[in-house]
């Protein structure tokens, strides 16, 4: 009676969650985005790298990508390789040629830690508000940032 077989690999403990985990440092920029906006103080989370909901996030997150863009997660590094420094300089406002991931990562951040609007987080990441919004979309396809900044 355990849940569905796509949660499967969830069910079998902390052990998995780590920072072995490809996703791992998706979830872990997750987490700490919305602990330094709540509390300084973060114990990590689980396997050291992120809460639950951020792991939930980042998983959930990558599965919504295979599935909207028809991609396997092996192929293609566009959609694979999240570039942390890149997310971190675009957000600053830099000129940096991100993913359509790393770009619904920075504008989820910018909107949830910054509280910017579309039109002044399409600013500070050099494109227009349609791609904000799309980028937006991708990140609340999943789990709500907001929420998670909220309730957690
Ligand atoms: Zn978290």
Redesign the pocket.
């Known amino acids: 009676m355990e849940g569905v077989e796509m949660t499967d690999h969830r069910n079998h403990g902390h052990g998995y969650l780590s920072w072995s985990h490809p996703l791992a440092r998706v979830a872990n920029r997750?987490?700490r985005a919305?602990?330094e906006y709540r509390r300084s103080g973060w114990a990590g989370?689980i396997g050291s790298v992120?809460?639950g909901?951020?792991w939930e996030w980042a998983i959930r997150d990558d599965e919504r990508v295979v599935i909207e863009y028809g991609v396997s997660r092996h192929q293609g590094p566009d959609i694979d390789v999240v570039d942390e420094i890149a997310i971190e300089r675009a957000c600053r406002g830099e000129q940096v040629r991100l993913t359509r991931v790393e770009r619904s990562i920075a504008a989820a951040q910018l909107r949830d830690s910054e509280n910017l609007t579309d039109y002044q987080i399409a600013h500070r990441l050099h494109t227009n508000s349609e791609v904000v919004r799309q980028a937006l979309a991708l990140a609340d396809a999943t789990t709500a940032a907001t929420d998670?900044a909220e309730v957690?």
Do not use: E, P, S
């Open positions: 997750h987490c919305h602990n989370g992120a809460c909901a951020c998670l957690a």
